[in-house]
């Protein structure tokens, strides 16, 4: 487990937790324009306007929807440890740049922070949160305490 790296991604979730101006936390996406409604879910066909384009920057502001991950991609936070993001079909993915490899989603969040399936999924899955922890600030602070809560259980090396 890289700790020092879930730290620094704790301080970006207190961070914009704190901002006004920041993202749309939302764990139910890696990211997303904020006007769809993600209880209508992608498959919406008036949320077609919204896929974002080959290329584009997405804002890290309220005008953009993520979950933790996504805002760690978006934010730059590990940009030197080759976080970034693709746009592949209208949707953001979260892509980790290793050597000559690309990975995407919960196969770059395993290798970023070397953590395996479970321990990834209970970091940063809606599916391990209460409905009410699952967007806002809240849900940001939510996400941070847990993941100081892992490195503080942690077994000493």
Do not use: H
Request: net charge negative.
């Amino acid at each position: 487990m890289r700790a020092d790296l879930l730290l620094r991604g704790a301080e970006v979730l207190e961070a914009d937790a704190l901002n006004p101006e920041g993202i749309k936390f939302d764990l139910g996406t890696w990211a997303a324009d904020a006007r769809i409604n993600l209880v209508n879910g992608y498959l919406d066909p008036t949320t077609k306007k919204y896929k974002y384009k080959d290329n584009e920057i997405v804002p890290v502001n309220c005008g953009t929807q993520a979950c933790a991950f996504g805002l760690f991609a978006l934010s730059e936070a590990f940009k030197e440890e080759g976080l970034g993001y693709k746009i592949i079909g209208g949707t953001l993915r979260p892509m980790l740049k290793k050597g000559d490899g690309e990975f995407f989603d919960w196969d770059a969040v395993n290798l970023l922070f070397d953590l395996d399936d479970g321990q990834s999924q209970r970091l940063f899955s809606a599916a391990n949160y209460d409905q009410d922890q699952r967007q806002g600030a809240t849900g940001e602070l939510a996400v941070a305490a847990r993941i100081r809560q892992l490195i503080a259980n942690a077994p000493s090396t």
